[in-house]
């Protein structure tokens, strides 16, 4: 168990809807970190918080956002949903600003757009 | 400049075996560079990382290679053991903070 905690498991939704996926850190890491997993694009980086701020961006379309809040949990929101949005949505964290440092991986969420 | 190129796509090795596996990155801006194990249903966890200012680093059965001019580097996983049967990811990361992870390797490990 690496204590970064995502909710929910799975998650299945039409084309167009918007989803939020939640995540919370392990206790003490400031850095949130979101990415996606597919079987064509394999593990993709879409942006990083530091404390409360935007630190990183990687490959995120338009259609997605994130945020952290004060208690260091991170939401990051999907929408206008298309068929190859489904894929597994990772949140790591870690203490150090950097990417040079561990990531500890949460357990994903299972996206499915129908 | 921001791939990194991992081979091979899926490997088959004997218990006790030497499992190898290769990545080569094109950033010369990256300075960090770990590896991931991945087990299925799981999401990645941090298996041992090495900075380019050492040629190899090793813990337990798990060693890095690094060859900076080449821009190339190895993970070998000696006296493989059925339970090293995981997809590794090898990844690399500079001042720019994100990880930039290589496509993946399917391990798998034969009694």
């Known amino acids: 168990d690496s204590g970064v905690t995502q909710t929910p498991k799975h998650l299945i939704t039409a084309t167009g809807q918007r989803v939020t996926l939640r995540c919370s850190p392990r206790?003490?890491?400031?850095?949130v970190y979101w990415y996606q997993q597919s079987l064509d694009q394999g593990l993709q980086f879409l942006i990083q918080?530091?404390?409360?701020?935007?630190?990183a961006k990687g490959n995120i379309l338009e259609r997605f956002s994130a945020q952290q809040f004060p208690d260091l949990h991170s939401e990051l929101n999907l929408s206008s949903l298309e068929l190859g949005d489904s894929a597994l949505y990772f949140c790591?964290?870690?203490?150090?600003?950097?990417?040079?440092?561990?990531?500890?991986f949460g357990p994903g969420t299972r996206l499915t757009v129908t | 400049q921001q791939q990194v190129k991992q081979s091979p796509q899926s490997l088959i090795v004997q218990k006790g075996g030497i499992s190898i596996i290769n990545c080569a990155y094109e950033?010369?801006?990256?300075?960090?560079f770990p590896w991931y194990q991945q087990f299925p249903g799981k999401g990645p966890a941090l298996l041992i990382a090495?900075?380019?200012?050492?040629s190899e680093k090793k813990e337990g059965r798990f060693t890095i290679s690094f060859n900076k001019s080449a821009k190339q580097f190895s993970l070998h996983i000696m006296d493989s053991q059925p339970g090293d049967s995981a997809t590794y990811f090898c990844?690399?990361?500079?001042?720019?903070?994100?990880?930039?992870f290589g496509t993946g390797t399917r391990l798998q490990v034969t009694l």
């Open positions: 790591a964290s870690s203490v150090v600003a950097s990417g040079r440092g561990e990531q500890y």
């Open positions: 206790s003490g890491d400031l850095s």
């Open positions: 918080y530091y404390n409360g701020e935007e630190r």
């Open positions: 950033n010369t801006a990256f300075d960090y």
């Open positions: 090495i900075r380019p200012d050492v």
């Open positions: 990844a690399g990361t500079g001042t720019a903070s994100k990880l930039t």
